[in-house]
């Protein structure tokens, strides 16, 4: 007779395991502000125009400003100031708005990666840049000789500025480079940045 089955799992089968490689697509922010402004201009224009075309179509006159902006549009030619000013103008908002509309935004969240057996497909993790460089500027400051550092964490760059007060500056940038290494990998990020990193002397006084 054959014994009981363990039903037990080991930790690292228990574990999600991090989907890795491929792009990861960066967060995009809502645009509420943009947006809002957007919506509450054109229903201002679009229902001053209609109250105006309903009020000529009840044998009303038409607003003094709709025929001041008829006569303007009829008597000035393309090659006037403020002609040229509101085209420029006009170009200029729609270029923001496509800006806008393309870009993700958001800059400041850096994708994870996003791990198997989860439950949800559709939800995605993200860390602040902040966060992260707070993290990776801790982990740095207990390399032996490392009196004080910066952590800047970008999407493709950590860049790492250190001042040594002892040790050779070599085995300080090596060690550094080991620790934001290991540092980053376990911050689980969807793209790893690569590493830059500067370590020097404290200025003398």
């Known amino acids: 007779m054959s014994g009981p089955v363990s039903l037990e799992k080991t930790a690292e ?23 809002a402004l957007v919506a509450a201009v054109t229903l201002t224009v679009a229902g001053l125009f209609l ?8 044998g ?15 008597t000035r030619h393309l090659g006037d100031g403020l002609v040229v000013a509101g085209a ?8 923001w708005l496509l800006v806008l509309a393309l870009t993700p935004g958001l800059r400041g969240v850096l994708p994870m990666r996003r791990a198997e057996g989860t439950g949800d497909d559709g ?14 500027r801790d982990r740095v400051m207990e390399v032996p000789g490392v009196q004080a550092v910066r952590v800047d964490v970008g999407r493709r760059v950590v860049r790492a500025r250190a001042r040594s007060h002892f040790r050779d500056l070599d085995e300080v940038r090596t060690d550094v480079n080991t620790v934001l290494a ?7 990020l969807a793209r790893e940045p690569s590493l830059s ?7 003398k006084r």
């Open 182 to 188: 290991e540092g980053v990998r376990e911050l689980g």
């Open 13 to 35: 089968e228990e574990a999600p395991r991090a989907v890795g490689g491929g792009r990861a697509p960066r967060f995009r922010s809502p645009r509420r502000l943009p947006a």
């Open 51 to 58: 109250y105006d075309v309903a009020a000529v179509r009840a």
């Open 123 to 136: 939800v995605r993790a993200g860390l602040e840049r902040g966060a992260a460089a707070l993290v990776l």
């Open 197 to 203: 990193v500067h370590v020097r002397r404290p200025a």
């Open 88 to 95: 420029v103008v006009a170009v200029l908002a729609g270029c």
């Open 60 to 74: 009303r006159p038409a607003m003094a400003w709709r025929r001041h902006l008829a006569h303007e549009l009829a």
